[in-house]
């Protein structure tokens, strides 16, 4: 089962083990991780589920794609950094295991 780290703002760590098809959102959600809201349900519609991907992953996790329903929401975010993602588009797999997001400091 992937690990993922959550790193929140204060620089607190949490390590999840998250099911293969799971969305970096959902298990933050289901893991209680301060700092993702994923208001929307997880639909791509809020961005309350930015996350900062670490460069190391940017690849394995792609980035967004400007004129992409994503690349649209994050614009309006708080702190959006080239290397800013939605949880709730970010599915894991084995090849995310140990992938490291870090959480901005609000969502709204």
């Known amino acids: 089962m992937p690990k993922v780290t959550y790193i929140e703002h204060n620089g607190t760590e949490h390590v999840v083990a998250v099911d293969s098809g799971t969305t970096c959102r959902d298990a933050a959600i289901d893991n209680d991780i301060p ?6 349900g997880g639909v791509c519609a809020c961005a309350t589920c930015h996350v900062y ?30 290397n800013s993602r ?19 400091a609000g969502q709204h």
């Open 53 to 82: 991907v670490d460069p190391a992953w940017l690849d394995k996790t792609g980035r967004t794609v400007a004129g992409e329903m994503e690349a649209e929401l994050l614009q309006f975010a708080e702190d959006f950094r080239e």
């Open 35 to 40: 700092g993702i809201d994923g208001d929307c």
């Open 86 to 104: 939605l949880a709730c588009q970010i599915k894991v797999t084995e090849d995310l295991d140990g992938l490291v997001l870090r959480i901005p």
